[in-house]
Protein backbone atom coordinates (compact mmCIF):
# COMPACT_ATOMS: atom_id res chain seq x y z
CA UNK A 1 0.00 0.00 0.00
CA UNK A 2 1.29 3.67 -0.53
CA UNK A 3 0.69 5.47 2.57
CA UNK A 4 1.57 8.82 1.46
CA UNK A 5 -1.62 11.21 1.13
CA UNK A 6 -2.01 14.90 0.18
CA UNK A 7 -4.00 14.99 3.60
CA UNK A 8 -4.91 12.78 6.34
CA UNK A 9 -8.34 13.49 8.67
CA UNK A 10 -7.06 11.77 11.66
CA UNK A 11 -10.01 10.48 13.61
CA UNK A 12 -13.70 10.70 13.11
CA UNK A 13 -15.36 13.19 14.95
CA UNK A 14 -18.21 15.12 14.51
CA UNK A 15 -15.79 18.02 12.45
CA UNK A 16 -14.73 15.52 10.39
CA UNK A 17 -18.05 14.22 9.63
CA UNK A 18 -19.12 17.56 8.62
CA UNK A 19 -16.12 17.73 5.74
CA UNK A 20 -16.81 14.48 4.45
CA UNK A 21 -20.41 15.65 4.16
CA UNK A 22 -19.50 19.07 2.91
CA UNK A 23 -16.62 17.52 0.37
CA UNK A 24 -19.70 14.64 -0.71
CA UNK A 25 -22.12 17.35 -2.45
CA UNK A 26 -19.74 20.08 -3.34
CA UNK A 27 -15.74 19.75 -4.83
CA UNK A 28 -13.20 19.01 -2.53
CA UNK A 29 -9.57 19.47 -2.27
CA UNK A 30 -7.33 18.32 -5.32
CA UNK A 31 -5.18 14.95 -4.36
CA UNK A 32 -5.04 12.20 -2.14
CA UNK A 33 -7.04 12.33 1.10
CA UNK A 34 -7.57 9.50 3.77
CA UNK A 35 -9.64 9.36 6.55
CA UNK A 36 -8.11 7.33 9.66
CA UNK A 37 -10.31 5.82 12.65
CA UNK A 38 -10.39 2.93 14.76
CA UNK A 39 -14.06 2.36 14.27
CA UNK A 40 -15.94 1.67 10.81
CA UNK A 41 -18.64 4.04 12.67
CA UNK A 42 -18.76 7.06 14.03
CA UNK A 43 -21.35 7.59 17.10
CA UNK A 44 -23.09 11.01 17.33
CA UNK A 45 -23.04 11.90 21.14
CA UNK A 46 -26.18 13.93 21.27
CA UNK A 47 -28.03 10.26 20.71
CA UNK A 48 -26.17 7.95 23.40
CA UNK A 49 -28.71 8.67 25.82
CA UNK A 50 -31.74 8.03 23.94
CA UNK A 51 -29.75 4.81 22.63
CA UNK A 52 -29.12 3.58 26.49
CA UNK A 53 -33.11 4.52 27.17
CA UNK A 54 -33.96 2.43 24.03
CA UNK A 55 -35.53 5.29 22.11
CA UNK A 56 -32.94 4.85 18.92
CA UNK A 57 -32.04 2.06 17.98
CA UNK A 58 -28.03 1.38 16.98
CA UNK A 59 -27.89 1.49 13.43
CA UNK A 60 -29.56 5.27 14.13
CA UNK A 61 -27.24 6.80 16.26
CA UNK A 62 -23.65 5.77 14.15
CA UNK A 63 -22.78 6.89 10.56
CA UNK A 64 -20.79 3.93 8.41
CA UNK A 65 -17.28 5.97 7.81
CA UNK A 66 -16.72 3.66 4.25
CA UNK A 67 -19.51 5.01 3.37
CA UNK A 68 -19.35 8.22 3.70
CA UNK A 69 -15.74 8.75 2.87
CA UNK A 70 -16.39 6.88 -0.44
CA UNK A 71 -19.44 9.55 -1.20
CA UNK A 72 -16.44 12.16 -0.45
CA UNK A 73 -14.25 10.71 -2.35
CA UNK A 74 -12.05 10.01 0.68
CA UNK A 75 -9.94 7.01 1.37
CA UNK A 76 -11.26 5.00 4.60
CA UNK A 77 -8.34 3.50 6.72
CA UNK A 78 -9.10 1.24 9.71
CA UNK A 79 -6.38 1.83 12.31
CA UNK A 80 -5.54 2.42 15.63
CA UNK A 81 -3.12 6.08 15.97
CA UNK A 82 -0.80 5.61 19.23
CA UNK A 83 1.72 8.28 17.76
CA UNK A 84 2.08 11.41 15.39
CA UNK A 85 5.48 13.14 14.30
CA UNK A 86 4.11 16.38 13.22
CA UNK A 87 6.98 17.47 11.29
CA UNK A 88 6.72 15.38 8.30
CA UNK A 89 3.55 14.95 9.36
CA UNK A 90 3.17 10.89 10.22
CA UNK A 91 0.78 9.17 11.68
CA UNK A 92 2.11 6.00 13.23
CA UNK A 93 -0.96 3.08 13.51
CA UNK A 94 -0.64 0.63 16.38
CA UNK A 95 0.30 -2.32 13.99
CA UNK A 96 3.72 -0.39 12.94
CA UNK A 97 2.51 1.00 9.82
CA UNK A 98 3.19 4.97 9.01
CA UNK A 99 0.98 6.83 7.34
CA UNK A 100 2.89 10.31 5.40
CA UNK A 101 0.69 13.51 4.25
CA UNK A 102 1.48 16.94 3.56
CA UNK A 103 -1.18 18.20 5.30
CA UNK A 104 -3.04 17.13 8.78
CA UNK A 105 -6.39 17.18 10.76
CA UNK A 106 -6.50 16.15 14.20
CA UNK A 107 -10.44 15.62 14.99
CA UNK A 108 -9.32 12.92 17.83
CA UNK A 109 -11.66 13.65 20.51
CA UNK A 110 -10.78 13.31 23.95
CA UNK A 111 -11.42 11.06 27.00
CA UNK A 112 -13.08 11.41 30.41
CA UNK A 113 -11.00 11.96 33.13
CA UNK A 114 -10.44 8.51 35.23
CA UNK A 115 -10.03 8.01 39.32
CA UNK A 116 -6.95 6.10 40.70
CA UNK A 117 -8.02 2.80 40.67
CA UNK A 118 -6.15 0.07 42.57
CA UNK A 119 -7.53 -3.78 42.91
CA UNK A 120 -10.26 -5.34 40.54
CA UNK A 121 -13.11 -5.34 42.39
CA UNK A 122 -14.86 -2.58 40.71
CA UNK A 123 -15.24 -2.00 36.86
CA UNK A 124 -15.12 1.22 35.14
CA UNK A 125 -17.01 1.84 32.16
CA UNK A 126 -15.90 4.67 30.66
CA UNK A 127 -18.89 7.18 28.74
CA UNK A 128 -15.59 7.33 25.63
CA UNK A 129 -15.29 5.74 22.99
CA UNK A 130 -18.47 5.29 22.34
CA UNK A 131 -18.42 2.20 20.50
CA UNK A 132 -16.94 0.17 23.90
CA UNK A 133 -19.13 1.97 26.22
CA UNK A 134 -22.19 0.43 24.63
CA UNK A 135 -21.36 -3.03 24.31
CA UNK A 136 -20.31 -3.22 27.93
CA UNK A 137 -23.78 -1.49 28.67
CA UNK A 138 -25.39 -4.10 26.86
CA UNK A 139 -23.36 -6.82 28.90
CA UNK A 140 -24.13 -5.05 31.56
CA UNK A 141 -27.81 -5.27 31.57
CA UNK A 142 -28.27 -8.52 31.46
CA UNK A 143 -27.28 -8.80 34.72
CA UNK A 144 -28.47 -5.66 36.64
CA UNK A 145 -26.68 -4.31 39.57
CA UNK A 146 -26.42 -0.79 41.03
CA UNK A 147 -24.53 1.68 39.42
CA UNK A 148 -22.46 4.70 40.53
CA UNK A 149 -21.91 7.99 38.09
CA UNK A 150 -19.01 10.41 37.89
CA UNK A 151 -19.42 13.78 36.56
CA UNK A 152 -22.50 15.96 37.06
CA UNK A 153 -22.09 18.24 33.95
CA UNK A 154 -24.96 17.26 30.88
CA UNK A 155 -23.40 13.59 29.92
CA UNK A 156 -23.67 12.28 33.16
CA UNK A 157 -27.45 13.73 34.19
CA UNK A 158 -28.64 12.73 30.78
CA UNK A 159 -26.81 9.15 31.24
CA UNK A 160 -28.21 8.48 34.91
CA UNK A 161 -31.92 9.87 33.73
CA UNK A 162 -31.32 7.56 30.71
CA UNK A 163 -30.04 4.45 33.26
CA UNK A 164 -32.78 5.01 36.24
CA UNK A 165 -34.85 2.10 36.54
CA UNK A 166 -32.89 -0.14 33.97
CA UNK A 167 -30.73 -0.84 37.31
CA UNK A 168 -31.70 -1.39 40.81
CA UNK A 169 -30.16 1.41 42.40
CA UNK A 170 -28.33 4.38 40.91
CA UNK A 171 -25.85 6.86 42.57
CA UNK A 172 -24.59 10.67 40.82
CA UNK A 173 -21.64 12.00 42.39
CA UNK A 174 -20.14 15.80 41.46
CA UNK A 175 -17.22 17.55 42.86
CA UNK A 176 -19.10 20.47 42.43
CA UNK A 177 -22.56 21.81 42.14
CA UNK A 178 -24.69 19.97 39.34
CA UNK A 179 -24.72 21.34 35.36
CA UNK A 180 -22.22 23.75 36.39
CA UNK A 181 -21.93 26.76 34.18
CA UNK A 182 -25.99 26.51 32.96
CA UNK A 183 -28.71 28.66 34.40
CA UNK A 184 -29.91 27.77 38.33
CA UNK A 185 -32.95 26.96 37.27
CA UNK A 186 -31.54 24.02 35.19
CA UNK A 187 -29.50 22.21 38.21
CA UNK A 188 -33.45 22.68 39.90
CA UNK A 189 -35.22 21.08 36.99
CA UNK A 190 -32.50 18.61 36.71
CA UNK A 191 -32.38 17.76 40.19
CA UNK A 192 -36.02 17.23 40.09
CA UNK A 193 -36.30 14.87 37.54
CA UNK A 194 -33.35 12.98 38.87
CA UNK A 195 -35.28 12.75 42.45
CA UNK A 196 -38.12 11.78 40.75
CA UNK A 197 -35.95 8.40 38.74
CA UNK A 198 -34.72 7.88 42.58
CA UNK A 199 -31.45 8.47 41.59
CA UNK A 200 -29.29 9.76 44.53
CA UNK A 201 -27.33 12.88 44.02
CA UNK A 202 -24.27 13.93 45.64
CA UNK A 203 -23.03 16.98 45.25
CA UNK A 204 -20.03 18.85 46.27
CA UNK A 205 -18.75 15.49 46.70
CA UNK A 206 -14.96 14.63 44.79
CA UNK A 207 -14.14 11.32 43.92
CA UNK A 208 -10.11 10.55 43.68
CA UNK A 209 -9.98 7.10 43.47
CA UNK A 210 -11.11 3.58 43.84
CA UNK A 211 -9.86 0.94 45.86
CA UNK A 212 -11.86 -2.91 45.40
CA UNK A 213 -15.22 -1.86 45.35
CA UNK A 214 -15.14 1.66 47.21
CA UNK A 215 -15.42 5.31 46.16
CA UNK A 216 -12.71 7.12 47.87
CA UNK A 217 -13.11 11.07 48.27
CA UNK A 218 -11.20 12.85 50.73
CA UNK A 219 -10.19 9.95 52.45
CA UNK A 220 -14.19 8.73 53.17
CA UNK A 221 -15.77 5.93 51.81
CA UNK A 222 -18.28 7.39 49.50
CA UNK A 223 -20.10 4.52 48.05
CA UNK A 224 -19.49 0.82 47.38
CA UNK A 225 -20.48 -1.59 44.35
CA UNK A 226 -18.83 -2.79 41.46
CA UNK A 227 -20.03 -1.27 38.51
CA UNK A 228 -19.05 2.79 38.02
CA UNK A 229 -19.76 4.95 35.15
CA UNK A 230 -17.47 7.84 34.22
CA UNK A 231 -18.85 11.18 32.94
CA UNK A 232 -16.34 13.63 33.78
CA UNK A 233 -14.86 16.18 31.92
CA UNK A 234 -12.28 15.84 28.65
CA UNK A 235 -9.06 14.67 29.00
CA UNK A 236 -6.45 14.98 26.11
CA UNK A 237 -5.37 11.86 24.57
CA UNK A 238 -1.73 10.95 26.31
CA UNK A 239 0.09 10.56 23.20
CA UNK A 240 -0.61 14.03 22.20
CA UNK A 241 1.75 15.05 25.27
CA UNK A 242 5.00 13.22 23.14
CA UNK A 243 3.65 14.58 19.63
CA UNK A 244 5.62 17.78 19.53
CA UNK A 245 2.81 19.93 18.98
CA UNK A 246 2.20 23.12 20.77
CA UNK A 247 -0.12 22.01 23.73
CA UNK A 248 -2.27 23.87 26.39
CA UNK A 249 -1.67 23.70 30.06
CA UNK A 250 -4.00 20.75 30.11
CA UNK A 251 -2.16 19.04 26.99
CA UNK A 252 -4.59 19.97 24.53
CA UNK A 253 -3.46 21.05 21.12
CA UNK A 254 -3.10 24.80 20.86
CA UNK A 255 -4.83 26.31 17.21
CA UNK A 256 -5.09 29.53 16.12
CA UNK A 257 -8.62 30.74 14.96
CA UNK A 258 -7.98 29.23 11.78
CA UNK A 259 -8.10 26.16 13.43
CA UNK A 260 -4.32 25.38 12.74
CA UNK A 261 -2.20 24.37 15.30
CA UNK A 262 0.20 27.08 16.29
CA UNK A 263 3.85 25.49 16.18
CA UNK A 264 2.78 23.83 13.01
CA UNK A 265 0.77 25.27 10.65
CA UNK A 266 0.55 22.19 8.03
CA UNK A 267 -2.25 20.62 10.92
CA UNK A 268 -5.06 21.21 11.78
CA UNK A 269 -7.10 20.77 15.09
CA UNK A 270 -10.52 20.74 15.76
CA UNK A 271 -13.12 19.24 18.01
CA UNK A 272 -12.34 18.22 21.52
CA UNK A 273 -8.50 17.83 21.46
CA UNK A 274 -8.08 21.55 20.49
CA UNK A 275 -7.55 24.44 22.39
CA UNK A 276 -9.19 27.68 21.33
CA UNK A 277 -10.08 30.73 23.39
CA UNK A 278 -13.97 30.75 24.51
CA UNK A 279 -14.50 27.21 22.29
CA UNK A 280 -15.93 24.80 24.81
CA UNK A 281 -15.78 20.96 24.35
CA UNK A 282 -18.57 19.88 23.39
CA UNK A 283 -20.04 18.43 19.78
CA UNK A 284 -21.80 21.87 19.23
CA UNK A 285 -18.39 23.43 19.13
CA UNK A 286 -17.33 20.69 17.06
CA UNK A 287 -20.34 20.75 14.23
CA UNK A 288 -19.99 24.40 14.01
CA UNK A 289 -16.35 24.16 13.33
CA UNK A 290 -16.58 22.26 10.39
CA UNK A 291 -17.90 24.46 8.10
CA UNK A 292 -14.90 26.05 8.62
CA UNK A 293 -12.38 23.32 8.68
CA UNK A 294 -13.78 22.63 5.14
CA UNK A 295 -13.05 25.56 3.40
CA UNK A 296 -9.79 26.00 5.08
CA UNK A 297 -8.70 22.44 4.32
CA UNK A 298 -9.03 23.59 0.67
CA UNK A 299 -7.42 27.14 1.10
CA UNK A 300 -4.68 26.16 2.43
CA UNK A 301 -3.79 23.44 -0.06
CA UNK A 302 -3.69 26.29 -2.67
CA UNK A 303 -2.34 29.01 -0.60
CA UNK A 304 -4.79 31.23 -0.40
CA UNK A 305 -6.55 32.93 2.49
CA UNK A 306 -8.10 31.18 5.39
CA UNK A 307 -11.55 31.68 7.51
CA UNK A 308 -11.39 32.27 11.14
CA UNK A 309 -13.56 30.42 13.42
CA UNK A 310 -15.52 32.69 15.85
CA UNK A 311 -17.20 30.87 18.82
CA UNK A 312 -20.51 31.90 19.17
CA UNK A 313 -21.26 33.98 22.43
CA UNK A 314 -24.22 31.10 23.83
CA UNK A 315 -24.38 27.46 22.91
CA UNK A 316 -27.83 26.06 22.92
CA UNK A 317 -27.76 22.41 25.43
CA UNK A 318 -30.84 20.01 25.07
CA UNK A 319 -30.86 17.44 27.71
CA UNK A 320 -32.99 14.46 27.58
CA UNK A 321 -34.78 13.60 30.75
CA UNK A 322 -35.07 9.39 30.00
CA UNK A 323 -38.68 10.17 29.51
CA UNK A 324 -39.21 11.92 25.87
CA UNK A 325 -38.75 15.10 27.37
CA UNK A 326 -35.88 17.47 27.75
CA UNK A 327 -34.78 20.70 29.34
CA UNK A 328 -33.19 23.32 27.53
CA UNK A 329 -29.94 26.03 28.42
CA UNK A 330 -30.02 28.68 26.40
CA UNK A 331 -28.39 31.93 27.33
CA UNK A 332 -29.14 32.17 31.69
CA UNK A 333 -33.00 30.46 30.25
CA UNK A 334 -34.23 27.40 31.13
CA UNK A 335 -36.93 25.32 29.67
CA UNK A 336 -38.18 21.63 30.22
CA UNK A 337 -41.01 19.99 28.37
CA UNK A 338 -41.67 17.17 25.92
CA UNK A 339 -41.65 20.05 22.59
CA UNK A 340 -38.47 20.62 23.48
CA UNK A 341 -37.84 16.71 23.40
CA UNK A 342 -39.60 17.03 19.84
CA UNK A 343 -37.33 19.39 18.93
CA UNK A 344 -34.20 17.73 20.10
CA UNK A 345 -35.01 14.48 18.42
CA UNK A 346 -35.81 16.24 14.90
CA UNK A 347 -32.30 17.82 15.15
CA UNK A 348 -30.66 14.98 16.24
CA UNK A 349 -31.82 12.72 12.96
CA UNK A 350 -31.79 15.55 10.94
CA UNK A 351 -28.27 15.68 11.85
CA UNK A 352 -27.10 11.71 11.37
CA UNK A 353 -29.68 11.69 8.07
CA UNK A 354 -27.21 13.90 6.59
CA UNK A 355 -24.30 11.93 7.19
CA UNK A 356 -25.65 8.88 5.58
CA UNK A 357 -26.72 6.71 8.68
CA UNK A 358 -29.83 4.56 8.47
CA UNK A 359 -33.27 6.41 10.07
Known amino acids: ?166 VPALTLFTDGELLAGHPPRLRRLALHHLQRADVTVHEQTPIQAVHGNTLVGDGQIRWQGRRLVVATGPSPLEWLRESGLRLDARGFIDVSPSLQSRSHPHVFASGDCASLPGAARNGVQAVRQAGVLATNLGQAAIGQPLRHYHPPSHSLALLADGHRGAMLSWAGVAAEGRLLWRWKDYIDRSFMRQHGAED
Open 1 to 166: MNNDFDLLLAGAGHSHLGVLRQWASRERPMGRIGLVSAEPHAWYSGMMPGLIAEHYQTRQCRVALPKLCAAAEVEFIQGTMVALLPETPELLLATGETLRSTWMSLNLGSLPWLPEQSGDGMELLSVKPFAEFIRRWQQWEEIPEGVAVLGGGAAGVELALAMAGR
